[in-house]
């Protein structure tokens, strides 16, 4: 079956409306209203899509059988599914004065008769405004999520995955590690070729950093040019390889700016400090060892990896 746009009007909310009234003044109470009133209010009282939908399924489930369920977002990457999907399909392209709201797809094993596709429709009024509204709530939080110039995640996404995972390898005794990666001479670079240089080279630095890490492992941008990887299942041997690797990508990349001297390339280099979680460290004492292994090779020279470990070792 061919996808429907469905795309919800101020004239349909109107008559929506019309029909409450008219009701009221009535003095009744149809099974229809109170089942369609009933979902209204359950749809205002999350925010999370998933929670949302499920209402609506719940609701729909009273009215129409169907099979499964796939909702898609594409522009979050969001998707979520429910039951199994069969061999006929319902599928609507949702709009919001002429926003788009994602795809709904409803399957099942026999046709959908026209009465069916109508009530469903009319269950679609309810959940257009809520679902919306936790688009909107969701776009927000990924923005708080996700320094705007690297792309990549930000310091509050990093307090928040740091704590978690380090609670997670505490409890599960498995190994965790973090690198602290910081552009040599930055400022210089900064100086010479403009902050709009820098600018694509933080970028380009962050892309560089992410291309050389696993699926599992996490970049972010921790404020300026200094930049934390955090290394899930990982242990201190480990992690110094993997900071060698980005070491070595680095100083083997062409770093391209736009200046107004036009454009140009620029040698850079990283220094890099590595720590690994031990039985007694805390997210504070975790990060603190990487910093000051971090400091340490800046002060050895830069274009470097120094661990934690090997501090304690030399001392």
Known sequence: ???????????????????????????????????????????????????????????????????????????????????????????????????FLGELEFSRRHRFAQQEMEQL???????????????WY????????????????????????LAREVDLAHRNKT???????DIDHFKKINDQFGHSAGDEILKAFAKCIDDNLRASDIVFRYGGEEFVVLLTGTDGRSARAVANRIRKAIENFNFTHSSSNGPGEVPLTASLGTASLTAKDTVESLFDKADKALY????????????????????
Do not use: W
């Open 121 to 135: 429709e009319n269950l679609l009024r309810q959940l257009i405004y809520p679902l919306r509204n936790a688009i």
């Open 1 to 99: 079956m061919a996808m429907a746009v469905y795309t919800y009007t101020n004239k349909q909310e109107q008559q929506v409306a019309a029909h409450v009234t008219s009701a009221d003044q009535l003095g009744i109470a149809p099974a229809e209203l109170q089942h369609t009133l009933k979902l209204a209010g359950l749809l205002q009282t999350s925010l999370e899509i998933n929670t949302i939908l499920g209402f609506f399924i719940d609701a729909l489930q009273e009215k129409i059988e169907f099979d499964g369920v796939h909702f898609e977002y594409s522009p979050l990457l969001l998707e979520h599914k429910f039951g199994q999907k069969k061999r006929h399909t319902c599928s609507y392209r949702l709009k919001l004065a002429g926003e």
């Open 138 to 161: 969701q776009q927000a939080v990924t923005a708080a999520q996700f320094d705007p110039l690297t792309g990549i995640k930000n310091r509050a996404s990093l307090d928040q995955n």
């Open 175 to 181: 190994p965790l590690s973090l690198i602290i990666a």
């Open 296 to 315: 340490h090779a800046k002060e050895a020279g830069r274009n470097q990896v120094i661990s934690f470990q090997s501090l304690i070792k030399s001392a």
